[in-house]
């Protein structure tokens, strides 16, 4: 298979425990993009990489959220202190840079639970 | 304030005519646009896609028009078939690469 994975597929959480989650992109594209999607709504941006730099972070990704993509490949998501409100789906995209149009391909998301 | 907005959460369409899903946006900076299918536990899946010089793209049975005046959307899929029960979303973007989403509309296509 060799489109975006997500590890882990669910994940269920105490309020202020830390949670990490990561994404493996087609290895061929070298961007890639986190979105949070909650129940009822479509997904919104967080963050997104060109190769290993972080080059845009929307203003819903608070300080207790940090994301990294050290050597250009997969990445992680990391929530600290979880909150009941950091509930939601995290979807994973990626894309290949250079291309006319920024069709970005997505992972079948990890689904976070914080009791 | 939500730049894409898809107005109807829901469209039942019979098996065989046509489904025409819509999307209205905001921003006249958006110059690409595309559509998503998502089926439940499962990541959106890409569909169609059209740039803002063009008013039309068709690929198969799915078709997507563009009126840039009036900032406006759809989706056409001919026939429709039960496959394609799922819920779609309508997504545009500038020059910032990030994808801005709209609220989805779950289709359904029945016998």
Redesign the interface.
């Given at each position: 298979d060799t489109g975006v994975s997500q590890d882990p597929r669910h994940k269920i959480t105490k309020r202020g425990q830390n949670v990490t989650f990561r994404c493996d992109p087609i290895s061929e594209h070298n961007r890639l993009y986190w979105y949070r999607q909650t129940l009822g709504q479509g997904p919104e941006f967080l963050t997104y990489f060109q190769n290993e730099a972080q080059l845009e972070k929307s203003r819903l990704l608070s300080d207790r959220f940090s994301a990294e993509r050290p050597k250009g490949s997969f990445s992680t998501l990391e929530i600290q202190r979880t909150e009941q409100g950091d509930s939601a789906m995290y979807l994973c995209a990626s894309s290949l840079s250079g291309v006319s149009y920024n069709e970005q391909f997505f992972g079948p998301g990890t689904r976070l639970t914080v009791l | 304030d939500q730049q894409?907005k898809q107005n109807s959460p829901s469209l039942s369409v019979q098996e065989g005519r046509i489904s025409i899903l819509n999307c209205d946006y905001t921003n006249s900076m958006f110059d690409?646009f595309?559509w998503?299918k998502k089926y439940p536990?499962?990541?959106?899946?890409?569909l169609i896609?059209i740039?803002s010089i063009k008013d039309k793209n068709e690929d198969g049975r799915f078709t997507v028009f563009l009126n840039k005046s009036a900032k406006h959307l759809s989706l056409h899929i001919v026939p429709s078939q039960p496959g394609d029960s799922a819920v779609y979303?309508c997504?545009a973007?500038d020059n910032?690469?990030?994808?801005?989403?709209?609220?989805?509309t779950r289709l359904q296509v029945f016998p």
């Open positions: - | 894409v690409y595309l998503y536990a499962e990541g959106p899946t890409f896609s740039s979303f997504a973007s910032t690469d990030k994808l801005i989403f709209g609220t989805g």
